[in-house]
């Protein structure tokens, strides 16, 4: 990755999936200044855009030397990306599609953005993580860079997690239940205790399908739906009597929080449940 902020980085990379797949080997990840090949005494990788306007534009000499240096370090092709807000949308897609690429350099942006020269003539692709501004290009790429690493074999530890996750299909994810059975009145659904696999893989896939179509439906165009799936949403005019929400919770549940409409906070009090 190339970065003016390598400290931003150092926390995130080393911490949780991303720390223990670098421990196992399973994916290397290096920080790169690019301000280390600026070659004037003041290490200047930003100057004033020809024609007047605001900010500032990274300079096209630093970028080129650090992508050179590392794809000749390398000796093996790199797939440059930059970071930027005119590039194509960042989706789970795109994601698997960088998993095919055994080299990749993120370049982050800073300031008003990169010199043309930069655009046009090192990136071999862009990509924008979503219609607003950042501070800075390292925040986006550490989003692509946990997309992409999670999807490597080995990573997660089971394959089928990341099969499973939200968007693996362009669907989102089914309701998640854990311990304990019973939390203040509300219940695990029956069919995730029947132990019949067959039903609850069943169940799971009609849930995804709905909390898709009520939160997502611009999702649905693109999901991997079997005929009979479709035309089922299409037999769908409401949704009365499809569990693709939970009902509402009695006033039990919240007994442990209080609002302080003084301030605009809520307090919470910790309970301790039993399984």
């Not at 720390?19 to 994916?27: D, E, K, N, P, T």
């Not at 099969?163 to 069919?191: I, K, M, N």
């Not at 898709?212 to 439906?217: A, F, I, L």
């Given at each position: 990755m190339l970065t003016l902020f390598p400290e931003m980085m150092t926390g995130a990379l080393s911490a949780s999936i991303l720390g223990r797949a670098q421990a196992q080997g399973l994916v290397d990840i290096q920080l790169t200044d690019f301000r280390s090949f600026a070659t004037d005494r003041h290490r200047t990788v930003d100057d004033y855009p020809f024609g007047g306007g605001a900010g500032m534009v990274l300079k096209?000499?630093?970028?080129?030397?650090?992508?050179?240096?590392?794809?000749?370090?390398?000796?093996q092709a790199s797939r440059v990306v930059l970071?930027?807000?005119?590039?194509?949308?960042?989706?789970q897609a795109v994601a698997r599609e960088l998993t095919q690429y055994s080299h990749l350099i993120l370049v982050c942006g800073h300031?008003?953005?990169?010199?043309?020269?930069?655009?046009?003539?090192?990136?071999?692709?862009?990509?924008?993580?979503?219609?607003?501004?950042?501070?800075?290009?390292?925040l986006a790429a550490l989003?692509?860079?946990?997309?992409?690493?999670?999807?490597?074999?080995?990573?997660l530890g089971n394959d089928?997690?990341?099969?499973?996750?939200?968007?693996?299909?362009?669907?989102?994810?089914?309701p998640q239940y854990t311990r304990p059975r019973e939390f203040r009145g509300l219940t695990v659904p029956d069919v995730l205790l029947s132990g019949h696999h067959k039903d609850m893989a069943a169940w799971r896939r009609r849930q995804s399908i709905m909390r898709t179509k009520t939160k997502r439906p611009d999702l649905l165009e693109k999901a991997e739906l079997t005929s009979e799936?479709?035309?089922?949403?299409?037999?769908?005019?409401?949704?009365?009597g499809i569990d693709s929400e939970p009902p509402q919770a009695p006033s039990s549940?919240?007994?442990?929080?209080?609002?302080?409409?003084?301030?605009?906070?809520?307090?919470?009090?910790?309970?301790?449940?039993?399984?």
């Amino acid at each position: 990755m190339l970065t003016l902020f390598p400290e931003m980085m150092t926390g995130a990379l080393s911490a949780s999936i991303l720390g223990r797949a670098q421990a196992q080997g399973l994916v290397d990840i290096q920080l790169t200044d690019f301000r280390s090949f600026a070659t004037d005494r003041h290490r200047t990788v930003d100057d004033y855009p020809f024609g007047g306007g605001a900010g500032m534009v990274l300079k096209p000499e630093p970028l080129f030397r650090a992508v050179e240096s590392i794809a000749v370090a390398e000796s093996q092709a790199s797939r440059v990306v930059l970071m930027s807000p005119q590039g194509r949308p960042f989706t789970q897609a795109v994601a698997r599609e960088l998993t095919q690429y055994s080299h990749l350099i993120l370049v982050c942006g800073h300031y008003e953005g990169f010199d043309e020269r930069v655009r046009s003539y090192l990136a071999d692709d862009e990509i924008s993580i979503g219609d607003y501004i950042l501070t800075a290009g390292e925040l986006a790429a550490l989003v692509v860079i946990d997309a992409v690493v999670r999807l490597l074999p080995g990573v997660l530890g089971n394959d089928e997690s990341a099969a499973a996750d939200s968007f693996a299909g362009s669907l989102l994810e089914f309701p998640q239940y854990t311990r304990p059975r019973e939390f203040r009145g509300l219940t695990v659904p029956d069919v995730l205790l029947s132990g019949h696999h067959k039903d609850m893989a069943a169940w799971r896939r009609r849930q995804s399908i709905m909390r898709t179509k009520t939160k997502r439906p611009d999702l649905l165009e693109k999901a991997e739906l079997t005929s009979e799936e479709r035309s089922w949403i299409n037999s769908l005019h409401t949704m009365s009597g499809i569990d693709s929400e939970p009902p509402q919770a009695p006033s039990s549940v919240k007994s442990g929080l209080s609002d302080d409409k003084t301030v605009g906070t809520r307090e919470y009090t910790r309970h301790n449940e039993k399984d």
